[in-house]
Each structure stands twice: as C-alpha cells, then as structure tokens.
C-alpha cells in the first residue's frame, strides 16, 4: 500500500524477482483492459482519468477470479489492492474461504510532494510497464526503455491535477485501511523516501520477522 507515486510498483517488482510468486496490480491489470477495449476497460476508464477509484465490485472480482487459480496457491503480491475498507473485508473473507490469510501488508510512507514530483517525472514502456524516473532513475537511452528499446510513456493520470485528485481519493478513502491491518497486527510501514535500494533493503528486513504461510 501506499500514495500514488509512494514506489509499489517500483517495489513490488523487487519483491517479485526476490520471492517468485504471482504479482497482481490492480492499476495495471485495469490499464491493459482499456488497452484492449473490454467492457470493463471502457467502465474504468473515465474514473482512472479523473483520478477516481474504479468501483469495489469490479476490482473484487478481478482479484477473485486471480487468488483461487493454482498458479497462487503458494502465495502472491498486490499492488494497488485492497484501496477501500469494503475491498480489504472482501480480500479478508475470500482468503479465509480458501483456508488463507494476509502475511503482510507494507505500507510505503512518502509525503505527497515528494509524490508529485515523482509522478511528473515518471515515464512508463509501453511494452513491459516497466517504470523509469527522467531525474531518478533514467533510462540509458532517453524515451526508451532499457529492457526492450520500446517507446516510453506518460500515464494519462499523471496530469498534475489528476495526480493531486488521486491524492486526495488515497487520504480519504485508503488510509483508513492502515488501522484495519494494524488491528490484525499485519502492517508494516516502511519509510518510503529514500532511495529505491535501500526501500527494498528495509522491506526485505521487516518481511524476514514476518511467520510465512499463515494457513489458517
Ligand atoms: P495504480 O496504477 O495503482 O496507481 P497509483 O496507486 O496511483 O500508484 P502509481 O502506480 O501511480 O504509483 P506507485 O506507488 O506504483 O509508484 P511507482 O513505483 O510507479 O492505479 C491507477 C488507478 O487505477 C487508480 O487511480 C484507480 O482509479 C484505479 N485502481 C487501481 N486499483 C484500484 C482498486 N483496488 N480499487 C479501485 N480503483 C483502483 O513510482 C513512481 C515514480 O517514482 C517512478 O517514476 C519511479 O521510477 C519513481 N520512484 C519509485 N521509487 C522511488 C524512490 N524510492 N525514490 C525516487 N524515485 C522513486
């Protein structure tokens, strides 16, 4: 979890290449929808561009339909999900249907103007998603990406008013997510301001504290 721009992505990625398990994000999986102009793309759509959340019943059974397949039967990562306390009771009773829990939940903390500027410099391939930063983290050859040599974009919800909207929709409508994790005793925060590596190194030492595998 974390603001728009907080680094999930950015972090999620490393957590998959360290663990292999299945990654689910929700913003992306709703970006190749639009893509690929299915119904629930076009439904999305006009949300995502004024910086809204998409509806709970959409993105819940987009993440169902993902959990109870065997390819995520030894764990997997989400990015961008549970957003709302209906989504994370829904993600709540769906895992215990099918006898699992939540190990953690990494909460990434960046204050929104470090969001921002993040945001406005950031640059997506359109191939892979794979994310760069024009200042942070450029790529080697400029508009292009350093894994496939496709054709970096800007997201269209990276417009600075859309950004400050999504900021807005997070502080009210995700935050109160933190104590409904914290009451279950499964939040982590990580400060999220610091260099990417050493973000990963801090989460890397907190999910080692953390007991694997809580089959309930
Ligand atoms: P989504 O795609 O999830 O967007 P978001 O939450 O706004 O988050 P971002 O992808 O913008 O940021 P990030 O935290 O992943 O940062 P990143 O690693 O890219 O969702 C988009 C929309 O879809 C939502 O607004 C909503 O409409 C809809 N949606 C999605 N899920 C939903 C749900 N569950 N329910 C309802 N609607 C839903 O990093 C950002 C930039 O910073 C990059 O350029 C990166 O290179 C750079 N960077 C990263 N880490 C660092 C660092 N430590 N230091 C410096 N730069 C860094």
Redesign the pocket.
């Known amino acids: 979890m ?10 999620a990625q490393l957590l998959q290449q360290d663990f292999d398990l299945p990654y689910f ?4 999986i ?2 190749e929808e639009i893509k690929n102009e299915t119904e629930l793309g076009s439904k ?1 759509k006009e ?2 561009d004024r ?4 509806s ?1 019943e959409l ?1 819940i059974d987009m993440i169902r339909e993902r959990l109870v397949v065997p390819e995520s039967a030894d764990g997997f990562i989400l ?6 306390v209906v ?1 994370a009771e829904a993600l709540e009773e769906l895992l215990i249907g099918i006898g699992r829990a939540v190990t953690a939940v990494v909460a ?1 903390e960046v204050d929104d103007e470090e969001a921002v500027s ?2 406005s ?3 997506v391939c359109v191939k892979s998603g794979h ?3 024009i200042e ?2 450029p790529p080697k050859h400029e508009g292009r990406c350093d894994l496939d040599d496709s054709r970096l974009i800007i997201r269209d ?1 990276d417009q600075l008013g859309t950004v400050r909207k ?1 900021l807005e ?1 997070y502080s009210k409508k995700t935050e109160p997510i933190f104590s409904f994790y914290e009451e279950r005793g499964v939040l982590l925060r990580v400060d ?5 590596d050493q ?1 990963h190194a801090h989460i890397r030492a907190l999910i080692a504290t953390v007991r694997f595998e809580e089959t309930v």
């Open positions: 974390g603001s728009p721009g907080a680094g999930k992505g950015t972090q994000a929700t913003g992306d709703l970006r999305a949300y995502m910086g809204d959340l998409v709970d993105v990015d961008g999900f549970p957003r709302t989504q990434l993040r945001l410099g950031r640059r994310t760069f930063h942070f983290d919800d999504r929709t999220g301001s610091q260099q990417p973000v």
